[in-house]
């Protein structure tokens, strides 16, 4: 392969390497964003008084933005792992395969059999805990106020 080639090929792998950590940073980005957001929906259920209806829409609203946050995430898991995807395939034509010789040496994948969990499942894991809390407050509160 001429050496023009393969510059050429290596430019291309270092833009879309980019590509793939900005689209992990934006996925970042989104968690700082909706931590604090769920907490400040949670501290709205603490600052209403019990006998308040609104409880019911306070966790209506935090079942919202809990699937919209669970939406994000999902896309932004596809999208990267697409972009890896295309970047182990562009790896086989250059003279070092960086991140598929780091996931060997890791030891994050042995034998297609992953040791440590991903983090996009791990977020997956709060962003549903989250959901599972927001829709119980709202059936709890919605109890309580139908049998007042």
Do not use: C
């Not at 392969?1 to 996925?27: C, F, G, H, K, L």
């Amino acid at each position: 392969m001429p050496d023009t080639d393969r510059s050429d090929r290596v430019a291309m792998w270092q833009t879309y390497v980019q590509t793939a950590e900005n689209t992990s940073i934006r996925r970042e980005a989104i968690n700082r964003y909706m931590v604090p957001v769920h907490l400040a929906i949670l501290a709205g259920h603490l600052a209403l008084p019990l006998t308040e209806p609104y409880h019911f829409l306070v966790g209506v609203a935090g079942m919202g933005v809990s699937y919209l946050w669970l939406a994000l995430l999902d896309a932004h898991s596809k999208i990267n792992k697409v972009k890896y995807d295309i970047i182990l395939a562009m790896e086989k034509d250059l003279p070092s395969q960086p991140f598929n010789d780091e996931a060997e040496d890791s030891g994050i994948d042995k034998g297609g059999r992953r040791i440590y969990p991903p983090l996009t499942r791990m977020q997956y894991v709060a962003a549903r805990a989250v959901f599972i809390t927001h829709t119980l407050i709202a059936v709890v509160y919605l109890v309580l106020w139908w049998i007042r």
